[in-house]
């Protein structure tokens, strides 16, 4: 990363009298001259951009809908929204925050209204309402914009390199909506040693206790688990459904705590290699996952599947809900009337899931790590 242009957290003293002044000044020395065309008085400019005005910001949300969704580790939907949504959303915002957030703009240091709040809470987009940082990241970097040193997820905010102005910096960007947000530049505190520089007005705070909007809120994501012989197929194919959150490989349906693979190989313990699936049903329905699975593995062999012969490799729905359970029953018998596999008789089982028992590291994403083949269709 590139030296920063900004004042550092560390070199930076508290703001006081002449001091300040004179900080002030250096900030504004090294803020961009479009910034510095008004004055460091906190007075909103005319903006020159209207909401209906074709945007240049959001690199992310610019190029959307054919997107497959895409979820970060905290269970938020990052997919890249639309352009269309993007400009419904900003019409929205004040002059001044669409002038920020849709065109980079830079508010003046020392005037905007979050620099100075030290309430608990999260600070989420002030465009699509996706959180963004945390009161527990936020510090005093003595530069004149809220700081922080992380966000709360590193999916939520897009980096890109921006070269304007004759400088060289990283500008942050929200990545669901694109929303210019600032800089980021590396001379914060530890532990990240990063300082992300923000423009109050890309943000909007929700103190602690507050309730979130849904925009701001992580998908209401459901469990589902299948058991189609080896895990490494059905996992990876899994994990690739447009709407699921992440598919791990573990053990199911056994009697005995904390397995092994080694133990579930014994054919002692009753386990079946099961995927779990973390799904948004708002993206994909139980109903998808079920069609799938019925694609990826041959259900009318018992106890096996393909070369693998045991009964940790037979056919199975585990089921969280009796609503699960009802459809997944249904469906087996709507394929058995169309006699979609022929004479040949379907042998999964459809029981209420047990404890899920993840399987050893080196069995998750295998076949993504290894690029072994495996005996699984693609259902996608
Ligand atoms: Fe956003």
């Known amino acids: 990363m590139k030296t920063p242009l900004a004042p550092s957290a560390r070199s930076l003293p508290a703001r006081t009298g002449r001091r300040a002044t004179l900080l002030a000044a250096l ?28 945007a240049s910001a959001g690199g992310a949300a610019g190029k959307a809908s054919a997107m497959r969704p895409v979820y970060s580790k905290s269970g938020y939907d990052v997919t890249p929204l639309p352009r269309a949504t993007v400009e419904k959303l900003a019409s929205r915002l004040d002059p001044e925050a669409y002038r920020i957030t849709q065109k980079a703009g830079t508010e003046p240091p020392f005037c905007g209204t979050l620099l100075d709040n030290k309430k608990d809470g999260v600070y989420v987009c002030a465009v699509c309402g996706l959180p963004l940082f945390s009161s527990r990241h936020k510090f005093h970097s003595g530069t004149g914009w809220p700081s922080f040193y992380e966000p709360v997820d590193p999916a939520h905010v897009a980096r890109k390199p921006d070269h304007s102005y004759g400088m060289d910096r990283v500008e942050i960007d929200c990545a669901r909506c694109g929303a210019h947000l600032g800089h980021v530049f590396d001379d914060g505190p530890p532990p990240t040693g990063e ?101 990826m593995h041959d259900p009318t062999q018992l106890d096996r599947q393909g070369p693998d012969v045991g009964d940790q490799y037979r056919s199975g729905i585990w089921t969280t809900s009796p609503e699960q359970e009802r459809e997944a029953k249904a469906y087996v018998a709507e394929l058995t009337a169309a006699k979609r596999f022929g004479d040949r008789k379907i042998v999964t089982v459809v029981e209420p899931a047990k404890t899920f028992w993840p399987a050893e590291e080196y069995h998750q994403d295998y076949i993504a790590k290894n690029g072994a083949s495996c005996h699984v269709k693609d259902p996608w």
């Open 27 to 54: 900030a504004a020395a090294l803020l961009p001259a479009a910034a510095l065309l008004g004055s460091l008085a906190c007075q909103p400019r005319q903006s020159q951009a209207s909401p209906t005005d074709g």
């Open 195 to 295: 300082r992300f520089c923000l423009n109050s007005a890309s943000l909007k705070f929700y103190e602690k206790g507050t309730p979130l909007p849904p925009e701001s809120q992580p998908v209401k994501a459901e469990i589902a688990y299948f058991a189609g012989g080896c895990f490494w197929g059905v996992q990876h194919q899994l994990s690739r459904g447009p709407g699921v959150l992440s598919a791990v490989s573990g053990y199911m349906q056994g009697h005995l705590d904390h397995p092994t693979y080694e133990d579930v190989c014994s054919h002692g313990t009753g386990h079946a290699e099961t995927v779990k699936v973390v799904f948004d049903p708002a993206r994909i329905s139980y109903r998808r996952l079920l069609e799938a699975f019925f694609v």
